[in-house]
């Protein structure tokens, strides 16, 4: 008599949806397209994910980092997913599960090795670090939940570009009181909008990078900022009305809020002496450049602090957020490059630009292992960046394939675009 033939067990990839704050970064991550998503989750489609984890470093949450034994013939489907509000729990597995008889041991089906060429698509997805720099600070994440959000109050909300520019970016201050909420520069946070979405469920959060440093928008305060750009228009230029932005622009003092996380633990600032910034952005891009550069600021004094180089890219200067204060930060302390691309009167320059006219300054900062690259903006910016980092190396002889290598494996160039 044939002996029953092993019931084959799938470790299935799945996201946890009450932690997902739906930014999208898995599902641009991922090098085979296993993810995708609809009005309600982010789901991954058990047919296509090879379990090459590609997408697990850049999820500010942890929420794609869940995995279910499950029989592979019942494995959950993306339509299931889809309609989840919450993780099923672990179900039991049969005895005879991959096992070879009645009373073995599950174990996972196994993963096909990556090869040459998907080891390559995983790189392309993933040009920054999935690692902090080694001396940040220990972060907090995922304290405050969909389920469990914490509230805040607004004490600030200012227009920092000018008024009358289509820019229309705020500077935004929230009070936690004496609840606790501890952050890092670097972090982000999600904002849930009040209302329902078209299928008549709660908005899902939105995120919100820190523009604030540790120890307060104020010092000594229990207090965040945001920058937040009110949305009228998509990216192709029509009219799009952005739930959350709108919401906060239009937000007055004393007014509350309801915020999840804190998120984020791998874009976060080094913490030693004599650590180098190299700070790349665009736009509300600004936010973590400025906690980053007011931290460093409110140090001079009491610490050594290193180099700091940014490069600043806006339209023009009236749109270019935090332009006056800017200005006024000594350059001694900050070496500011400013890329403007309608500028009436001058030729269109961009970040990459720049970084390239400034190769030898550049190039003297990349040769210090003591210095971090932060690039934050659109997303179309990566591949710029990047060629213009790769110019700057090879106009000196070097070999950016082993610098970037190095970069991403030492925690050292770190990337957050949308």
């Known amino acids: 008599m044939?002996?029953?033939l092993p019931v084959e067990v799938l470790k299935q990839h799945l996201i946890d949806p009450e932690i997902c704050i739906?930014?999208?970064?898995?599902?641009?991550?991922?090098?085979?397209?296993?993810?995708?998503?609809?009005?309600?989750?982010?789901?991954?489609?058990?047919?296509?994910?090879?379990?090459?984890?590609?997408?697990?470093?850049?999820?500010?949450?942890?929420?794609?980092?869940?995995?279910?034994l499950v029989v592979r013939a019942e494995a959950y489907s993306v339509q299931d997913q889809l309609g989840w509000e919450e993780l099923p729990q672990e179900k039991p597995l049969p005895l005879d599960a991959a096992a070879g008889g009645e009373g073995g041991q599950a174990t996972p089906a196994p993963q096909a090795e990556a090869g040459p060429a998907q080891a390559a698509a995983v790189t392309a997805a993933t040009p920054g670090a999935a690692v902090p720099p080694w001396s940040a600070a220990h972060p907090y994440v995922n304290l405050y939940t969909h389920k469990t959000p914490i509230t805040?109050?607004?004490?600030?909300?200012?227009?920092?570009?000018?008024?009358?520019?289509?820019?229309?970016?705020?500077?935004i201050v929230l009070d936690f009181g004496e609840q606790p909420f501890?952050?890092?520069?670097?972090?982000?946070?999600?904002?849930?909008?009040?209302?329902?979405?078209?299928?008549?469920?709660?908005?899902?959060?939105r995120q919100y990078s820190l523009a604030s440093p540790r120890d307060g928008e104020r010092a000594g305060y229990n207090n965040l900022s945001l920058t937040v750009k009110r949305v009228t228009q998509d990216h192709g230029g029509a009219a799009a009305h952005g739930v959350c932005s709108n919401y906060l622009c239009d937000l007055a003092k004393n007014?509350?809020?309801?915020?999840?996380?804190?998120?984020?633990?791998?874009?976060?600032?080094?913490?030693?002496?004599?650590?180098?910034?190299?700070?790349?952005?665009?736009?509300?891009?600004?936010?973590p450049m400025r906690a980053m550069t007011e931290r460093s600021r409110r140090l001079i004094g009491t610490a050594d602090i290193g180099k700091l180089m940014l490069f600043f890219g806006a339209r023009t200067e009236r749109e270019l957020p935090y332009f006056g204060p800017l200005m006024k930060l000594p350059r001694d302390f900050i070496d500011i490059n400013l890329a403007l691309s309608r500028e009436p009167g001058q030729p269109k320059r961009y970040v990459q630009d720049l970084i390239r006219e400034r190769?030898?300054?550049?190039?003297?900062?990349?040769?210090?292992?003591?210095?971090?690259?932060?690039?934050?903006?659109?997303?179309?910016?990566?591949?710029?960046?990047?060629?213009?980092?790769?110019?700057?190396?090879?106009?000196?002889?070097?070999?950016?394939?082993?610098?970037h290598d190095v970069l991403r494996r030492e925690g050292r160039l770190h990337f957050e675009t949308y």
Request: glycine content about 10%.
């Open 2 to 4: 044939n002996a029953p």
């Open 22 to 68: 739906r930014c999208n970064t898995c599902e641009e991550t991922c090098p085979v397209d296993a993810i995708t998503h609809d009005s309600n989750n982010y789901v991954v489609d058990p047919e296509i994910c090879n379990g090459c984890m590609a997408c697990v470093p850049p999820c500010p949450t942890g929420s794609i980092d869940n995995w279910r």
């Open 152 to 171: 805040a109050t607004v004490v600030g909300n200012y227009r920092v570009t000018g008024a009358d520019t289509e820019s229309d970016i705020h500077h």
């Open 182 to 205: 501890p952050v890092l520069e670097g972090q982000s946070i999600g904002i849930l909008p009040p209302g329902v979405d078209a299928q008549g469920r709660p908005h899902h959060a």
């Open 255 to 287: 007014d509350t809020v309801q915020v999840i996380g804190p998120f984020g633990h791998t874009f976060l600032m080094p913490n030693h002496p004599q650590a180098n910034l190299i700070m790349i952005c665009t736009g509300t891009g600004s936010a």
């Open 359 to 403: 190769a030898a300054h550049v190039r003297g900062l990349l040769a210090d292992r003591n210095t971090c690259i932060y690039v934050c903006g659109l997303k179309g910016m990566e591949v710029g960046v990047l060629d213009a980092l790769r110019d700057v190396v090879v106009q000196s002889g070097e070999d950016w394939s082993i610098l």
